[in-house]
């Protein structure tokens, strides 16, 4: 069982940087994948950004790619989300999630809480 918590989500303005972390409990964490995901009120959840166990596979949504940088510590058990040049329409909570198998996919098994980013105009 892995537990997943996140991170660093705030209140900041539009052009501003954040950087989420997500610690994990397990270090099995770094056999898995691990993606980013939000959820905006009203929307369905989104993929956000995916890294691979060893970090040699990215992906990342057309609308955060070019702003947003995910990486991860496996010696910590530990991933992150570097987001630059903030858009009032990245406000939402961001979530971690971990998964065996899974890769472009919003049906990882763990998940983390969750931690609200605003990004005020």
């Known amino acids: 069982q892995v537990q997943l918590v996140e991170s660093g989500g705030r209140l900041v303005q539009t052009g501003g940087s954040l950087k989420l972390s997500c610690a994990a409990s397990?270090?099995?964490?770094?056999?898995?994948?691990m993606g980013w995901f939000r959820q905006a009120p009203g929307k369905e959840r989104e993929i956000v950004a995916l890294?691979?166990?060893?970090?040699?596979?990215?992906y990342y949504a057309d609308s955060v790619n070019g702003r947003f940088t995910v990486s991860r510590d496996n010696a910590k058990n530990t991933g992150y989300l570097q987001m630059n040049s903030l858009k009032p329409e990245d406000t939402a909570v961001y979530y971690c999630?971990?998964?065996?198998?899974?890769?472009?996919?919003?049906?990882?098994?763990?998940w983390g809480q969750g931690t609200q980013v605003t990004v005020s105009s």
């Open positions: 999630a971990a998964d065996r198998s899974k890769w472009h996919s919003t049906d990882y098994f763990y």
């Open positions: 890294i691979n166990w060893s970090g040699s596979r990215i």
């Open positions: 397990d270090r099995t964490f770094s056999t898995y994948s």
